[in-house]
């Protein structure tokens, strides 16, 4: 082989790691969005009413926005796995593209089913407050049915297919439509697995924090040697969390 | 059984007797703990379990019998690792405690202690019975007129008639020898000899080449429709502990071939791993796989009678790649791909891919003048039966004999493990099998030749069982990646 060419600087072994690193971790920009939109989040947080307050302006574009903005924040880190072998198995020419491509499908999924879910909670609005429920017992139904969640075969089957690779076309207007369809399916079963969680949090509170939590929570559970039983094991908390809200909530009752 | 410190030495089980006393104290201690509970950690069942086991798919089930419990069975049962750095470990270990058991059960029966397992080298071209299942495995009756424990019906029919079970391309061992590296794992270039570096990995995936050729062809090839081709069987033949002895050598093998660069991974992640067993008294341990690294020192001490290189005076065909000057290690670059997914049945298919020009990692690495290597992909196999499995040729001419074909050979893309890696419930959601084929030495001959067309590479799937067998196979996609 060659003596390399004498540009000591482009060679250098700090050049030669974060090349290899970049070559290594295509989705590195992905992550970087998605701190961005935390950043954004957070700053909403000091600046800017409550997420959930934006559900009258749900039918505008920056009620859309702001959803974007969320899913972009809390679903991207969890999608890391299938945004990787989207890069490997893709041409190399068009690997950043196919990335976004699939976002586009994993992004576009996730913004349309949480704004659904806003609207049909704007919608219940009336018929909840027709049904009087003090929030502790609002959040213990909902904890309650997260943690039963945690236990169904659907979950764990979903779980099971969140890293599934599909097969990719190399290139043509195939190949992007199969990187958008993989982003769809793979939204299709995230959003499977943490429904019950997006609405927990929103009834615990819009708060970056809790969303925060909710990731981290979400990330553990794909993340670790034994996701499905990582699952199951999370529906203790969940269902403590549900006695402890009912109990405060019988508690304010009583003193109130 | 107080333990013995001497250095067991496992033995050809061709160069043994039919009944020499190794096997006809196998077929004794295997009869008696078949007697055993499937609840007793030392039972045949208990141990079989340890590898896979389906609820409903026990083929020797008895109605009623109690199963140990759910926490019991999650932490020891459906262990066996594959399409993993931790594929050959896990099976020494396994192993080992296997041969402690038999052994602490022959000297309960009135045998000689420090019983060693017997291995099967298939691939030995010195002896010509060697793809022949051994005579004790196939026999009726044992000398004493008992029953055989070690003749199974359940196996390819060949094998109780003692035929040869499969055939040269199942026992090649030039394709795993000559890899370079033990674990491999970025995507495209296959799983090294051992395997890719993963977590806790029961479900098949990216295979090293081993666990390929010949540990999944001879599962197969044994199997047939039978117990030898399923993970939640396969250890309730007893061949399949002379088999992994087998597979369990040949990483020994390849260690002293180049003692230089076939080093085993040296990460704390793959040392530092450990697994759940039950040792020969039924206590549970759980070894690390930094004590199974040197099989010779405590507490493994043991050795294979014949550890000598069959590729010896063939030199390792193809190095790892060198990195280029601004990579660290090299990158793997995909240059074609099929754009829909095949059908496989029991005859032949054919797809085409067209070699786009490298732009990335490949390009430059061809610019420095670096040697490259190429890896054939098959990707998301998923689907049932198909038990012969396929050979997959490139280029192969329309019409050509065995002889002709012989020449475009890729290699083999075995089905073992199809079944369990394409089950939706599975760790990875039934994404079936990943195989990666080094076709270095293909292409470039290939390229070589007058008529060569990069924009026609055809790839021919051609199924090496029985016309009858049932066989729904499919191929997600075909690539072909530089490194």
Redesign the interface.
């Known amino acids: 082989m060659p003596d390399p060419p004498t540009t000591p600087f482009l060679f250098s072994p700090a050049i030669r790691s974060v090349r290899s690193f970049i070559w290594r971790h295509p989705e590195w920009w992905s992550v970087g969005l998605s701190v961005v939109a935390w950043l954004v989040l957070t700053w909403h947080a000091f600046t800017a009413p409550a997420m959930h307050d934006h559900g009258m302006g749900l039918i505008s574009w920056a009620g859309v926005g702001d959803v974007t903005v969320m899913v972009v924040a809390m679903m991207v880190p969890l999608a890391l796995v299938p945004l990787r072998l989207t890069a490997f198995r893709s041409l190399w020419a068009r690997r950043h593209a196919a990335m976004a491509q699939y976002l586009l499908g994993y992004v576009g999924v996730w913004t349309l089913s949480v704004n659904a879910a806003l609207i049909a909670q704007m919608a219940m609005r009336s018929w909840l407050r027709a049904v009087p429920m003090p929030q502790g017992f609002r959040l213990a139904v909902v904890c309650a049915v997260a943690a039963a969640w945690q236990l169904t075969p659907i979950k764990q089957r979903a779980l099971r297919a969140c890293h599934q690779p599909l097969p990719l076309a190399p290139a043509g207007w195939r190949a992007r439509g199969d990187c958008v369809r993989y982003g769809i399916v793979n939204a299709a079963v995230c959003v499977t697995t943490m429904w019950p969680l997006m609405v927990m949090s929103w009834v615990l509170s819009a708060h970056v924090a809790t969303m925060g939590a909710v990731t981290l929570v979400c990330a553990i559970e794909r993340y670790t040697r034994f996701p499905t039983r990582t699952a199951r094991k999370l529906a203790l908390p969940l269902a403590a969390l549900a006695g402890a809200s009912t109990v405060m909530a019988v508690i304010g009752l009583l003193t109130s | 059984m107080p333990d013995d410190d001497s250095l067991k030495i496992r033995k050809d089980v061709w160069r043994l007797a039919t009944w020499d006393p190794v096997l006809d104290w196998y077929a004794r201690a295997v009869a008696d703990m078949q007697t055993r509970p499937i609840t007793d950690p030392t039972s045949w069942r208990y141990q079989a379990a340890v590898h896979d086991y389906v609820v409903g798919r026990d083929p020797i089930a008895r109605a009623g019998e109690k199963l140990p419990s759910t926490a019991e069975q999650?932490k020891f049962w459906r262990q066996c690792q594959h399409g993993s750095w931790f594929f050959l470990p896990w099976h020494r270990w396994y192993l080992w405690y296997f041969e402690r058991i038999v052994a602490a059960t022959i000297v309960k029966l009135g045998g000689p202690t420090a019983w060693a397992l017997p291995y099967w080298n298939y691939s030995d071209e010195r002896n010509p019975d060697a793809l022949k299942l051994p005579p004790a495995f196939r026999a009726t009756t044992m000398p004493d007129g008992r029953p055989n424990s070690l003749l199974v019906a359940e196996r390819a029919p060949a094998c109780n008639l003692g035929q040869a079970v499969g055939d040269a391309l199942d026992i090649d061992l030039r394709r795993c020898l000559t890899e370079d590296m033990f674990s491999v794992t970025?995507?495209?270039r296959g799983g090294g000899f051992g395997g890719p570096s993963t977590?806790?990995h029961h479900s098949p995936g990216t295979t090293g080449s081993l666990e390929a050729t010949p540990h999944g062809s001879m599962h197969s090839a044994v199997g047939g429709d039978g117990w030898m081709s399923a993970f939640n069987t396969a250890a309730l033949d007893p061949i399949f502990w002379l088999h992994h002895a087998n597979i369990d050598r040949l990483w020994e093998v390849w260690r002293r071939r180049d003692p230089a660069r076939h080093t085993n991974p040296t990460e704390r992640d793959w040392l530092t791993m450990t697994f759940d067993f039950h040792d020969a008294a039924g206590a549970v341990v759980t070894p690390s796989i930094e004590q199974v690294v040197d099989m010779t020192a405590a507490p493994l001490r043991y050795t294979y009678e014949d550890m000598s290189d069959p590729l010896a005076g063939v030199p390792p065909r193809l190095r790892a790649p060198?990195p280029l000057?601004?990579?660290?290690?090299p990158?793997?670059?995909?240059?074609?791909?099929?754009?829909?997914?095949l059908t496989l049945g029991t005859g032949t298919t054919t797809s085409a891919l067209s070699i786009?020009a490298?732009?990335?990692?490949?390009r430059l690495r061809s610019a420095?003048?670096?040697?490259r290597t190429i890896y054939l992909n098959l990707?998301?196999v998923t689907g049932a039966g198909a038990v012969g499995g396929y050979a997959v040729y490139l280029n192969a001419p329309p019409g050509a004999s065995a002889s002709q074909r012989a020449d475009h050979l890729a290699g083999l893309l075995p089905t073992f493990g199809l079944a369990e890696a394409s089950r939706?419930?599975?760790?990875?959601?039934?994404?079936g099998l990943q195989i990666a084929l080094n076709v270095t030495d293909l292409v470039s001959r290939l390229e070589a030749q007058p008529g060569w067309d990069s924009n026609r590479l055809t790839v021919e799937f051609v199924y090496r069982g029985a016309p009858t067998d049932a066989a729904t196979i499919q191929v997600?996609?075909v690539?072909l990646y530089y490194a």
């Open positions: 999650q970025v995507f495209g977590g806790f060198r000057p601004m990579e660290v290690s990158m793997p670059e995909m240059v074609a791909a099929t754009s829909r997914p786009q490298p732009t990335g990692p490949a420095a003048g670096a040697a990707e998301n939706p419930d599975n760790e990875h959601g039934g994404s997600g996609r690539s």
